[in-house]
C-alpha cells in the first residue's frame, strides 16, 4: 500500500466522491455529516445563492426533502443521529444563528434558544440525540456549551426504526 | 461557572413557557470552560473531542462525558501543528483529524488503542478542510478543496 501510495501521501483507502447534490446541480458541497452508519449524509450547498442544508440516501444520491430547513439560510454545521432520525443544523433568525433539530420521524420542530449576547458557530448532535454540542462566540472568544437532550428527543439508538423515506415528508 | 447562568435561566424561563427545552449541563460546561477557549466540537457515544486553545495554541482535547474528565492522547498532538478539525466515533477508539503541519494540511486517523497515527491520501489531491467520522467508525466524510470548488469524499476505514 506504501509503494502504491507513496509513503509520505499516506494509504489509500477504498473511497467515492460523493456524487452531484441531486437535482440541484450545485457544483460546491461542504460541512459533511453521515448517520452513525453512512446511510445519510448531509452537507451543505448553495442553491439560489444561499447556503442550504441537503438530505441525501448514499449511495443513491437521492435527496430527501426536509420539513424545517427551507428557510432561514444560510444554513450551517448540520449534524445527523444515528439512523439520521434527527437532523441538527444551525439557521439565522434575525441577527443570530440558532440551532434546529428536526425530528424526521413525527416531523416535530425544536430549537434551542441562545441568550441575545451569544451566537452559534458550530454544533455536533452526539449520535444516540441524547446531547448537543454547541459553538459560540461570546464577547469575541470562542466557547462550547452541552445541553441535555434526553427530555426533549427519544433515543436513535443503533438498530434502531431506519426511516425509508423523508419521515412524514414526500421524497423528491 | 457564573457565565452559564445566564443560559440556564433563559432555558428555565423559556421551558416554562414553551414546553421542554435543551438545558444546559452545568457539571461538565465547568470542565469544557476549565480547558480554555475550544471550538469545533464533536459529539459520539460518551467522547467529546475538541480543539482547544490556551496561551496561542491549539490542540485537541478528549473528555470521556461519564467520568467528567478529558482523556489523554498520546501521540495525536505535535506542538508544530495546528488543528482544524476533528472527529471521533462513538466507540472512542477512532479520531479523524485535519491539521497543518510543515505548511501542509493533512487528513490523519488516530487509534486510541495502538496510540497510532495514519495519514490519509487525498486522491485525487486536494485539500481537507473539514472532516467528519460516522459514529460506528467504519467511514468519514472530508470536505476537500479541488480546483477552487469544495467536494466531499467518503473514505471507508478498515
Not at chain 2, 478542510?129 to 467504519?138: I, S, T
Amino acid at each position: 500500500m506504501c509503494v502504491l501510495a507513496g509513503c509520505d501521501a499516506g494509504a489509500w483507502l477504498p473511497r467515492r466522491n460523493a456524487g452531484p447534490a441531486g437535482v440541484l446541480s450545485a457544483t460546491s458541497r461542504q460541512e459533511p455529516a453521515l448517520s452513525g452508519q453512512g446511510r445519510w449524509l448531509a452537507s451543505v450547498v448553495e442553491r439560489g445563492g444561499r447556503a442550504t442544508l441537503l438530505l441525501q440516501e448514499q449511495p443513491s444520491g437521492r435527496v430527501v426533502q426536509l420539513r424545517h430547513f427551507q428557510n432561514h439560510q444560510p444554513h450551517s454545521s448540520p449534524s445527523l443521529s444515528w439512523n439520521g432520525r434527527y437532523v441538527a443544523a444551525l439557521v439565522q433568525q434575525g441577527n443570530q444563528r440558532l440551532p434546529l433539530i428536526e425530528d424526521r420521524a413525527t416531523g416535530a420542530l425544536h430549537r434551542l434558544p441562545l441568550p441575545a449576547d451569544r451566537t452559534a458557530v458550530r454544533l455536533s448532535l452526539a449520535p444516540e440525540g441524547r446531547r448537543l454540542a454547541v459553538q459560540v462566540a461570546q464577547g469575541g472568544q470562542w466557547r462550547v456549551q452541552l445541553f441535555d437532550l434526553s427530555n426533549l428527543l427519544e433515543p436513535d439508538l443503533p438498530g434502531g426504526i431506519a426511516l425509508q423515506g423523508g419521515g412524514l415528508d414526500t421524497p423528491r | 461557572m457564573k457565565s452559564l447562568l445566564p443560559t440556564t435561566v433563559l432555558a428555565l424561563l423559556l421551558a416554562g413557557c414553551l414546553g421542554p427545552v435543551p438545558m444546559p449541563i452545568g457539571p461538565l460546561n465547568g470542565r469544557i470552560e476549565a480547558l480554555g477557549a475550544n471550538r469545533d466540537p464533536a459529539l459520539s457515544g460518551r467522547w467529546l473531542a475538541l480543539i482547544s486553545g490556551r496561551g496561542g495554541r491549539e490542540q485537541v482535547q478528549l473528555l470521556d462525558l461519564e467520568r467528567q474528565q478529558p482523556v489523554p492522547v498520546p501521540g495525536l498532538n505535535r506542538a508544530d501543528a495546528q488543528p482544524v478539525s476533528v472527529s471521533i466515533d462513538a466507540a472512542g477508539e477512532r479520531i479523524a483529524l485535519v491539521r497543518q503541519l510543515e505548511g501542509r494540511t493533512e487528513l490523519v486517523l488516530y487509534r486510541r488503542s495502538l496510540q497510532s497515527l495514519q495519514p490519509i491520501a487525498m486522491v485525487p489531491s486536494g485539500v481537507p478542510r473539514q472532516v467528519q467520522l460516522q459514529a460506528d467508525g467504519r467511514q468519514l466524510a472530508v470536505q476537500v478543496s479541488r480546483g477552487g470548488l469544495w467536494q466531499v469524499d467518503l473514505v471507508q476505514i478498515p
